[in-house]
């Protein structure tokens, strides 16, 4: 079956940098568009980047462009999220997940739409 294990989140200080990991297996890792998603304390999950199966193009949320950078070596089937200039507010579990289609498909239902699986996430923290 599908599994999905993030790493490398951690406590990070403003204006750090993290840099995220999932390992992917049970199914054709270089076939599916990918994305991270976040949940903060006390609210919903958001999409925060996402990339095409053979990472021709990747999007993201207004709010982390030029700061964050997703990536894929589907040799190792490992998505990664490198995340820089870290602000506070980036303060949420971090989840890989698996899109039902090779390309992100923006929607009125936002770009999560047709994900269907995920991690177990893994915490970052922004803290001076």
């Known amino acids: 079956q599908v599994q999905l294990v993030e790493s490398g989140g951690g406590l990070a200080q403003p204006g750090g940098s993290l840099r995220l990991s999932c390992a992917a297996s049970g199914f054709s890792f270089s076939n599916y568009a990918m994305s991270w998603a976040r949940q903060a304390p006390g609210k919903g999950l958001e999409w925060v980047a996402g990339?095409?199966?053979?990472?021709?193009?990747?999007l993201y949320l207004d709010s982390v462009k030029g700061r964050f950078t997703i990536s894929r070596d589907n040799a190792k089937n490992t998505l990664y999220l490198q995340m820089t200039e870290l602000k506070p507010d980036d303060t949420a579990l971090y989840y890989c997940?698996?899109?039902?289609?090779?390309?992100?498909?923006?929607?009125?239902?936002?770009?999560?739409?047709?994900?269907?699986?995920r991690g177990q996430g893994t915490q970052v923290t922004v803290s001076s």
């Open positions: 997940t698996k899109h039902d289609s090779d390309r992100i498909i923006i929607t009125s239902r936002g770009p999560l739409w047709n994900a269907d699986s």
């Open positions: 990339i095409y199966s053979d990472g021709s193009d990747s």
